[in-house]
Nanobody, 115 residues
């Protein structure tokens, strides 16, 4: 079982930037598809960005051009660089690792964007 731990959340003004990190234990992490999800109060958890084992990326329309997902397999980590943050980006952000039928979630990190 891969353990995932997110960090880097916080309070930032609109237009600011944050960099989230997802640190993993376990050597299979480099073979996993890793996604960042977010969940605002009273809303469903939505996919924000995903990176494959090979480094291909996809983004939700709402963040494309502002957020960048990347991975460093040597460090067993995936990052989410978030620029030009908006109040509607406020949510708890989670990372999820998936390989075949197995998946692991982190505990989440709060991102709050003030207007």
């Amino acid at each position: 079982q891969v353990q995932l731990v997110e960090s880097g959340g916080g309070l930032v003004q609109a237009g600011g930037s944050l960099r989230l990190s997802c640190a993993a234990s376990g050597s299979i992490f480099s073979f996993m598809v890793v996604g960042w999800y977010r969940q605002a109060p009273g809303k469903q958890r939505d996919l924000v960005a995903v990176v494959t084992a090979g480094g291909s990326t996809e983004y939700a329309d709402s963040v494309r051009g502002r957020f960048t997902i990347s991975r460093d397999n040597a460090k067993n980590a995936v990052y989410l660089q978030m620029n030009n943050l908006k109040p509607e980006d406020t949510a708890v952000y989670y990372c999820k690792g998936t390989r075949f039928q197995a998946e692991s979630w982190g505990q989440g990190t709060q991102v709050t964007v003030s207007s």
